[in-house]
């Protein structure tokens, strides 16, 4: 198994935005073939202020060895994180969040839910897709389940 081949590329990735990334976790394995790594078992992974945990998270990478995707599973739990950056400062979590680096894009599915702490809104459903760029999110619900938003009103003076 070339390991290296497999996980330099995911800590070069971070280590292009000057950041520190710590992954903690029970186990981890590397499927070259697949260009997969998959931490399994508490996973935490930090980065400055920002935090994820989950039962697992898999990395997929290109055939360029570089970082596509990040997927954090719950299977006992939902994965819960927390994200902050100079946009925006978000809290939730879901049964399955994928994160795309490129386009800086969070995929959030099975009992989604995200509170942004600094315009103070809430929003649930059953798929959340939120652009870290833009700001834009977008919530499907089902008949079972509606989008639920809530926000505070600002009071007039």
């Known amino acids: 198994m070339n390991f290296i081949k497999v996980i330099l590329p995911f800590f070069l990735l ?11 976790s029970d186990s981890m394995k590397a499927e070259d073939l697949k260009k997969e790594v998959h931490f399994i078992g508490n996973v935490t ?5 920002s935090w994820l945990k989950g039962d697992m998270v898999i990395v ?3 055939e360029n060895n570089e ?4 997927e954090a599973i719950g299977k006992k739990n939902v994965v819960t994180f927390e994200v902050k950056e100079k946009k925006g400062f978000y809290k939730g979590s879901a049964m399955n969040v994928k994160y795309y680096p490129v386009t800086s894009k969070y995929v959030l599915t099975g009992k989604a839910i995200i509170d942004d702490l600094l315009n103070k809104r809430h929003v649930n459903g059953d798929v959340i897709t939120l652009d870290m760029t833009t700001g834009n999110a977008t919530v499907k619900g089902s008949k079972k389940k509606p989008v639920k938003f809530i926000f505070d009103m600002e009071k007039k003076k």
Do not use: G, I, R
């Open 14 to 24: 971070f280590s292009l935005h000057a950041e520190k990334v710590e992954v903690t």
């Open 45 to 49: 992974v930090k980065q400055l202020d």
């Open 60 to 62: 997929y990478f290109d």
């Open 67 to 70: 970082t596509k995707m990040y």
